[in-house]
């Protein structure tokens, strides 16, 4: 596993711990020679991230739509700035060029991305691991949600399993390592 795609905020959340949290997200994965694919935002999470990889002299791949570069939000500072057509465009080529994926804390963007990349795997199209950073306890509530969903019927608990959580960035890294796709689908 050597590129890994990070979805996070285009804010830095209320806490300083999101940010200290993306710092050492972005330090494990130098110190593991990991390259960052992400939305190729300057600002927020995405741009403490994508910061934190440059300054470790690493490989950073921003993928960003046309629409948002003339919002003035890419990172020009990226290794490589993919400029994309679409949002769609963007998400694909995310989720092609990453060997693995992380879910920082970040608003509806990033839980789309989260749960496109759950679905892709679920139905084959990918089997990549996918990791939930859990800073502050951020997504417990959605973990809460997908038990809650599972005990309703409406998942499955293979669907759950697909998701790897912590809030440990080198236990994270860890998991997503040991990742092994089973090649098989109840659903």
């Known amino acids: 596993m050597k590129k890994i795609t990070v979805y996070c905020g285009s804010r830095k959340g209320n806490s300083p711990e999101f940010e200290t949290a993306a710092r050492a997200l972005a330090q494990e ?68 060029q990453g060997d693995g994926f992380i879910a920082m804390p970040g608003g509806i963007g990033t839980l789309e991305e989260l749960f496109e990349i759950m679905t892709l795997n679920q139905l084959h199209y990918i089997q990549k691991p996918l990791g939930l950073y859990n800073v502050n306890g951020y997504y417990d509530k959605l973990i809460e949600f997908l ?23 080198a236990e994270l890294l860890d998991r997503l390592a040991a990742y092994q796709p089973t090649g098989k689908s109840d659903w």
């Open 29 to 96: 994965m130098i110190k593991r020679d990991h390259s960052l694919i992400y939305g190729a935002g300057r600002v927020g999470l995405m741009g403490v991230i994508a910061d934190e990889m440059l300054s470790g002299n690493k490989e950073v791949i921003g993928i960003i739509p046309q629409k948002l570069v003339d919002r003035e939000v890419a990172h020009r500072g990226c290794t490589e700035l993919i400029i994309v057509e679409t949002m769609r465009d963007r998400k694909w080529l995310m989720a092609e």
């Open 147 to 169: 038990d809650h969903g599972m005990a309703q019927g409406f998942l499955y608990p293979e669907q759950e399993g697909l998701l790897i959580v912590s809030s440990d960035p």
